[in-house]
C-alpha cells in the first residue's frame, strides 16, 4: 500500500518517509525535478521511498500513472503551487480529501477575505482591481495604507504596501508588468506584529499547535527573515487564538488537516494575512516536530488516508524550542557559496545552515522569498532564545554572489536573446 505526495515542501521529506514507515506505507513522491528535493533525498536511503520524475501539473497524465500504480490509498498535497491539482487529483481517484472547492477557495486571498467580512472576522474587505485608471474610487473603497496583491500568490511575491495615492498608481504599473498567478486586488494593511498559526482539524475541531513569529524587513517590502516557534503567548490569549482560528477555518468550510494560518495582531485584534491548506513551510515543519517532541507529519499521513489524526488529543512531551534565519545575499547574481560555515560548531544552540541553492544558481530577487539561498536553524529552552542563538549564527555567515556576466559574454544571454 502507498500514500502519494504530489511533489512537497523543500524540507521535511525524511520526517514524511518516517511517518509512512510507522504507518505500514510505501511513500511514492511525484516530481518534475527530483533535485528540489537534493538535500532531504541526499539524507535518505536509496530505498527510502518511490521518486517518480513526471508531469505535476498535467492531471490527466497524474490520474492514468496512479490508476496502473498498486493500492494508492492517501494524497499527500503540501504546496500552494500544486493545492488545486492535488484536490482535482484525489477527487478523480476517490482518495479521501477535502472539498475541493474549499481548497480553491484558500487560494483565492480576495475571495477568502470577503467571506471573513461576511462572517464578521476581519474589518476589511478585498476589491478587484481591473486596471490603471482614476485611482480615488479604489481609495474610496480600501483605504489607506492598503496592501495590493495576487490572488493566489505565493512567498511575498507580487505584495506592494501602498501608503499614498502616488504609490497606489507606482505599485499598479508595476503591477502591470507582472505575471500574475491569478487576479490583481487591493485589501486594508493591518499595522502589527505578524504570526502564523500552526493548527490541525479534524470534523471541524481544530486544535492549535503552536504559533510561530514571522519577523519580517522593513517597510515597503514583505521578506520573510526570522521565524522562531513556539511563540509564548500567555494562556488565556491563546486560547482566545485557538477559539477565533477555529471560527476563522469554519467560515471557509475548512474542517480538516493542517492549516498554517497567517496573521497580524493589531490593537483592534487578529487579522488574517491568508490562510494556507498546508503544514508550515521553510523549517516550519521541522521546528514543529522538534518543539512538540513527536513527528508531526504521522498527522499528515494519517489524514491523507481519512483517518483520524492522533495528534488532535495526544498530550505534547515536548522539545527545545526552535528559530531559523533565512540567509540573503547583499546584492543580487550567481550563487558561489557561503562563508563562515566552520564558525557555526563553535556557537551556541546547535547552529545548522539547511541549503536551498547550489552553486551556480541565479540569485535575482531580494525583496521577497525567493532570493535566499539556505536557512540557518538553531534551538534553545524558549523562543525567544533560540532567535539570539540562530540570529548570532547567521551574523556569523555571508551569502556570496558574483555579478551576472555581461549580456552576450561566454555562458550568458546571447545578444538580443
Given at each position: 500500500?502507498?500514500?502519494?505526495?504530489?511533489e512537497?515542501?523543500?524540507f521535511?521529506?525524511?520526517?514524511?518517509?518516517?511517518?509512512?514507515?510507522?504507518?505500514?506505507?510505501?511513500?511514492?513522491?511525484?516530481?518534475?525535478?527530483p533535485?528540489w528535493y537534493?538535500?532531504?533525498?541526499?539524507?535518505?536511503?536509496?530505498?527510502?521511498?518511490?521518486?517518480?520524475?513526471?508531469?505535476?501539473?498535467?492531471?490527466?497524465?497524474?490520474?492514468?500513472?496512479?490508476?496502473?500504480?498498486?493500492?494508492?490509498?492517501?494524497?499527500?498535497s503540501?504546496?500552494?503551487?500544486?493545492?488545486?491539482?492535488?484536490?482535482?487529483?484525489?477527487?478523480?481517484?476517490?482518495?479521501?480529501?477535502?472539498?475541493?472547492?474549499?481548497?480553491?477557495?484558500t487560494?483565492?486571498?480576495?475571495?477568502v477575505?470577503?467571506?471573513?467580512?461576511?462572517?464578521?472576522?476581519?474589518?476589511?474587505?478585498?476589491?478587484?482591481?481591473?486596471?490603471?485608471?482614476?485611482?480615488?474610487?479604489?481609495?474610496?473603497?480600501?483605504?489607506?495604507?492598503?496592501?495590493?496583491?495576487?490572488?493566489?500568490?505565493?512567498?511575498?511575491?507580487?505584495?506592494?504596501l501602498?501608503?499614498?495615492?502616488?504609490?497606489?498608481?507606482?505599485?499598479?504599473?508595476?503591477?502591470?508588468?507582472?505575471?500574475?498567478?491569478?487576479?490583481?486586488?487591493?485589501?486594508?494593511?493591518?499595522?502589527?506584529?505578524v504570526y502564523?498559526?500552526?493548527?490541525?482539524?479534524?470534523a471541524?475541531?481544530?486544535r492549535?499547535?503552536?504559533?510561530?513569529?514571522?519577523?519580517?524587513?522593513?517597510?515597503?517590502?514583505?521578506?520573510?527573515?526570522?521565524?522562531?516557534?513556539p511563540?509564548?503567548?500567555?494562556?488565556?490569549?491563546?486560547?482566545?487564538?485557538e477559539?477565533?482560528?477555529?471560527?476563522?477555518?469554519?467560515?471557509?468550510?475548512?474542517?480538516?488537516?493542517f492549516?498554517?494560518?497567517?496573521?497580524?495582531?493589531?490593537?483592534?485584534?487578529?487579522?488574517?494575512?491568508?490562510?494556507?491548506?498546508?503544514?508550515?513551510g521553510?523549517?516550519?515543519?521541522?521546528?514543529?516536530?522538534?518543539?512538540?517532541?513527536v513527528n508531526?507529519?504521522?498527522?499528515?499521513?494519517?489524514?491523507?488516508?481519512?483517518r483520524?489524526?492522533?495528534?488532535?488529543?495526544?498530550?505534547?512531551p515536548g522539545?527545545?524550542?526552535?528559530?531559523?534565519?533565512l540567509?540573503?545575499?547583499?546584492?543580487?547574481g550567481?550563487?558561489?557559496g557561503?562563508?563562515?560555515?566552520?564558525?557555526?560548531?563553535?556557537?551556541?544552540?546547535?547552529?545548522?545552515?539547511y541549503?536551498?541553492?547550489?552553486?551556480?544558481?541565479?540569485?535575482?530577487?531580494?525583496a521577497?522569498?525567493?532570493?535566499?539561498?539556505g536557512?540557518?536553524?538553531?534551538?534553545?529552552?524558549?523562543?525567544?532564545?533560540?532567535?539570539?542563538?540562530?540570529?548570532?549564527?547567521?551574523?556569523?555567515?555571508?551569502?556570496l554572489t558574483?555579478?551576472?556576466?555581461?549580456?552576450?559574454?561566454?555562458?550568458?544571454?546571447?545578444?538580443?536573446?
Amino acid at each position: 500500500m502507498s500514500v502519494v505526495s504530489l511533489e512537497s515542501l523543500t524540507f521535511g521529506l525524511g520526517h514524511l518517509v518516517r511517518a509512512a514507515d510507522a504507518l505500514g506505507e510505501r511513500l511514492v513522491l511525484l516530481t518534475r525535478d527530483p533535485s528540489w528535493y537534493a538535500y532531504e533525498l541526499g539524507r535518505l536511503p536509496a530505498d527510502a521511498l518511490d521518486v517518480v520524475e513526471t508531469d505535476t501539473f498535467d492531471v490527466a497524465g497524474l490520474t492514468e500513472l496512479l490508476r496502473r500504480a498498486p493500492g494508492p490509498r492517501g494524497l499527500i498535497s503540501s504546496t500552494d503551487t500544486w493545492t488545486e491539482v492535488g484536490a482535482d487529483l484525489a477527487e478523480r481517484l476517490g482518495l479521501p480529501g477535502l472539498d475541493p472547492a474549499v481548497l480553491r477557495l484558500t487560494r483565492d486571498k480576495a475571495a477568502v477575505r470577503n467571506r471573513l467580512r461576511d462572517a464578521g472576522l476581519t474589518r476589511g474587505r478585498a476589491v478587484g482591481i481591473s486596471g490603471r485608471g482614476d485611482v480615488a474610487p479604489l481609495v474610496e473603497q480600501v483605504g489607506l495604507p492598503a496592501v495590493v496583491k495576487d490572488t493566489a500568490g505565493t512567498g511575498s511575491q507580487n505584495v506592494w504596501l501602498v501608503r499614498d495615492e502616488a504609490e497606489l498608481r507606482s505599485a499598479l504599473d508595476e503591477a502591470a508588468g507582472r505575471t500574475l498567478r491569478g487576479r490583481l486586488f487591493a485589501e486594508p494593511y493591518f499595522s502589527g506584529p505578524v504570526y502564523s498559526a500552526e493548527t490541525l482539524s479534524w470534523a471541524g475541531r481544530t486544535r492549535l499547535l503552536g504559533v510561530s513569529s514571522r519577523l519580517m524587513s522593513p517597510e515597503p517590502y514583505f521578506r520573510e527573515e526570522i521565524t522562531a516557534f513556539p511563540v509564548a503567548f500567555p494562556e488565556a490569549r491563546r486560547a482566545l487564538l485557538e477559539r477565533w482560528l477555529g471560527e476563522v477555518l469554519a467560515a471557509i468550510g475548512y474542517t480538516d488537516r493542517f492549516a498554517h494560518v497567517e496573521f497580524v495582531l493589531t490593537t483592534g485584534g487578529p487579522e488574517v494575512v491568508e490562510i494556507n491548506p498546508r503544514i508550515g513551510g521553510a523549517l516550519v515543519g521541522e521546528g514543529m516536530c522538534r518543539a512538540l517532541g513527536v513527528n508531526v507529519y504521522e498527522a499528515v499521513v494519517e489524514a491523507a488516508l481519512g483517518r483520524r489524526p492522533r495528534l488532535m488529543d495526544a498530550d505534547l512531551p515536548g522539545g527545545p524550542a526552535v528559530a531559523f534565519v533565512l540567509g540573503y545575499p547583499a546584492a543580487p547574481g550567481v550563487f558561489t557559496g557561503v562563508a563562515g560555515l566552520d564558525r557555526l560548531a563553535d556557537m551556541p544552540g546547535s547552529p545548522a545552515w539547511y541549503p536551498v541553492r547550489s552553486v551556480g544558481d541565479p540569485v535575482e530577487h531580494l525583496a521577497d522569498s525567493r532570493g535566499y539561498a539556505g536557512i540557518v536553524h538553531a534551538e534553545a529552552e524558549t523562543a525567544e532564545l533560540a532567535t539570539h542563538h540562530a540570529v548570532a549564527a547567521a551574523n556569523a555567515l555571508t551569502v556570496l554572489t558574483e555579478p551576472f556576466p555581461p549580456r552576450g559574454a561566454a555562458g550568458g544571454e546571447a545578444s538580443g536573446g
